[in-house]
């Protein structure tokens, strides 16, 4: 069954230092999300990409925050300046398109831990 | 900015036993809702929908009611597992799922 790949599974890194969380999503799919989730806490919503644009970000997903599709197959979350308070699971997902009937299929997720 | 609420954070339930869970919401736009399950260390993955047109959706073991009027749903497991042992979660979808905050579901042998 296609699945949706992150990679690195877990990261470390010092505060004020740049991440960049990789996914590949599934070929076939159109649109991509990033979620993350703090540790307790619901799972939300970052931000949407399709047609190698932002389609919907949200409150969250300020400057420090970029994406990116480099390639056809892969799709990054850069965080220029990490912040104590990122350290969460982040999740990328994908859709074949937007919609009431279209099932988003999520990868296993990027814990970064931010010291 | 809760829309969509889970207000039980955990659930404990003997295996065999039928499972109940809740999530209330606030935006009467939504119009799909769909739960989703997370065991420790994977990513979301789904587990069955309802269109707002419908007030039940049954898919094998598992059952989601729909309640517009009070802008309510839940997810019914019967009978319950111990493999059903996860944390479950609510969302409505408007080109993005919205997320509730979940309910950890402990099925006991």
């Known amino acids: 069954e296609p699945e949706v790949t992150q990679t690195p599974s877990h990261q470390v890194t010092q505060m004020g230092q740049e991440v960049i969380l990789r996914c590949v999503p599934i070929?076939?799919?159109?649109?991509f999300y990033w979620y993350r989730q703090i540790l307790g806490q619901k799972v939300e919503f970052l931000v949407s990409?399709?047609?190698?644009?932002?389609?919907?970000k949200s409150e969250i997903f300020d400057d420090q925050f970029s994406v990116e599709r480099p390639d056809g197959s892969n799709f990054t979350l850069k965080i220029r300046s990490t912040k104590l308070e990122d350290s969460a699971m982040y999740f990328c997902?994908?859709?074949?398109?937007?919609?009431?009937?279209?099932?988003?299929?999520f990868g296993s997720g990027t814990r970064l831990t931010v010291v | 900015d809760q829309q969509v609420k889970q207000n039980s954070p955990s659930l404990s339930v003997q295996e065999g036993r039928i499972s109940i869970l809740n999530c209330d919401y606030t935006n009467s736009m939504f119009d799909y809702f769909l739960w989703y399950k997370k065991y420790p260390a994977e990513g979301p993955t789904f587990l069955i929908s309802i269109s707002s047109i419908k007030d039940k959706n049954e898919d094998g073991r598992f059952t989601v009611f729909l309640n517009k009027s009070a802008k309510h749903l839940s997810l019914h497991i019967v009978p319950s597992q111990p493999g059903d042992s996860a944390v479950y979660f609510c969302?409505?979808?408007?080109?993005?799922?919205?997320f509730g905050q979940g309910t950890e579901l402990s099925v006991k042998p």
């Open positions: 969302a409505a979808i408007v080109r993005k799922l919205i």
């Open positions: 990409f399709y047609n190698n644009e932002i389609s919907e």
């Open positions: 997902a994908s859709s074949e398109a937007q919609g009431l009937n279209y099932g988003y299929t």
């Open positions: 070929s076939n799919h159109l649109y």
